[in-house]
């Protein structure tokens, strides 16, 4: 039923107590300890059912608690002590037994906490999985291929949040810190998948749009920068139309606060030596981070495929090779006015496919350009699948 108990309890009585109500199993493996004897790694003894003895040892049954917070923990204690009982439970407790707990009633709860043990051990195993096909990050929840999850949620009456620091912040904060900052935040139910370096997308479900603005504002607050989020409903979209919205929906959050702060402007485009120091500037600060962080991102392990780049004067280029494909994203600024990014893909021996997109100089920032690097990365593997599948 089980593969792994604790015992912990300073009254060595209470071991052979206990051991005839939790009835072992010959290959389940068993540890006892004192409360001063505890191992200093306590997560090599995660996935077990705990039972604590809490007799002359209350605050530190509520210490270790508080440090477990997780698996299933029993209480154990000699009187039905009402205060302490609900301490034990707000710190992480299963549940609370006694001597005058019924055969029957501790019978039902030990079974119950074996359960919650079974399902804690099989989500690990799926984890463990998904960790391993690249599917989530390492870390914490956070899935890295929005594309699936986005389309088996599509005509549904979810909320989907894109989330971002600005171009200031995005590379000082740590990605585990906002990751982290979100997820404990939101429901087991609701999904943060990463977009690019520091970019999320939160997909919040059977919610209404004032309780998603409640959360992201409780999110917002324990993040130590200013990060910003769109929002769009996914309702009955394309996957392609969503995504687009509610990155829309970001920019203009992040636009609208950039114009409020911002107290004078000037036209770079009308001086050519302006435009080439800003263009560089944009080079050093933006095109490299954001090329760099893409290539951490996806490096050798893009679909069998190698993601590098390469910057020089005056041009910044994202190549993807493939068996078959290969294709680049290629920054320049030829004319001293305007911005052009051109993506060629290239197909075995047939001619090359480039489209050109144009931006005047503000327009481009790290936002935009992680999305079309995003965008660039999602339509090759797209193509890919099409043409060799």
Not at 96 to 120: G, K, R
Request: aromatic share 12%.
């Amino acid at each position: 039923m089980i593969g792994r108990v604790v015992l912990v309890s300073d009254d060595s009585d209470f071991f052979e107590y206990i051991l005839p109500k939790i009835n072992l199993r010959k290959e389940d493996e068993l540890y006892r300890f004192c409360f001063d004897e505890l191992p200093e790694k306590l997560d090599t003894l995660y996935n077990s059912l705990w039972i604590i003895n809490s007799e002359k040892s209350q605050d530190k049954c509520l210490e270790l608690l508080e440090l477990l917070k997780g698996p299933p923990t029993l209480v154990f204690g000699y009187n039905e002590d009402e205060q302490y009982k609900v301490e034990c439970l707000k710190s992480g407790g299963f549940s609370y037994l006694s001597y005058f707990t019924s055969p029957e009633e501790f019978d039902a709860i030990v079974t119950s906490a074996f359960n919650q043990l079974s399902v804690m051990n099989k989500q690990e195993q799926y984890r463990k999985i998904l960790v391993e096909h690249n599917l989530i990050t390492q870390n914490n929840e956070v899935f890295l291929d929005y594309n699936k999850i986005l389309d088996n949620e599509l005509g549904n009456s979810s909320i989907l949040l894109a989330i971002s620091p600005n171009d200031k912040t995005k590379f000082l904060l740590k990605a585990n810190q906002i990751e982290t900052f979100i997820l404990s935040c939101v429901r087991k139910s609701d999904i943060l998948m990463n977009f690019a370096p520091n970019k999320y997308f939160l997909l919040l479900k059977n919610i209404t749009f004032n309780d998603a603005q409640k959360i992201w504002e409780k999110i917002q607050s324990l993040i130590p920068e200013k990060i910003y989020a769109g929002f769009a409903t996914v309702g009955n979209k394309r996957r392609e139309q969503l995504v687009n919205e509610v990155l829309n929906k970001l920019h203009e959050a992040i636009n609208r606060d950039y114009m409020q702060n911002k107290s004078e402007s000037s036209d770079i485009s009308k001086n050519y030596k302006i435009f080439r120091k800003e263009f560089n500037a944009k080079m050093e600060k933006i095109i490299t981070p954001v090329f760099y962080h893409a290539v951490q991102k996806y490096g050798n392990k893009f679909f069998g495929m190698n993601v590098s780049h390469k910057i020089t004067d005056g041009c910044g280029e994202m190549y993807i090779k493939g068996r078959y494909m290969s294709g680049v994203l290629r920054i320049t600024a030829p004319g001293g006015s305007k911005i052009n990014i051109d993506v060629t893909l290239l197909k075995d021996k047939k001619s090359p496919e480039t489209k050109r997109i144009t931006f005047e100089p503000e327009e481009l920032d790290a936002g935009v350009l992680e999305d079309l690097l995003e965008q660039f990365i999602v339509e090759f593997k797209e193509e890919v699948d099409n043409e060799y599948t």
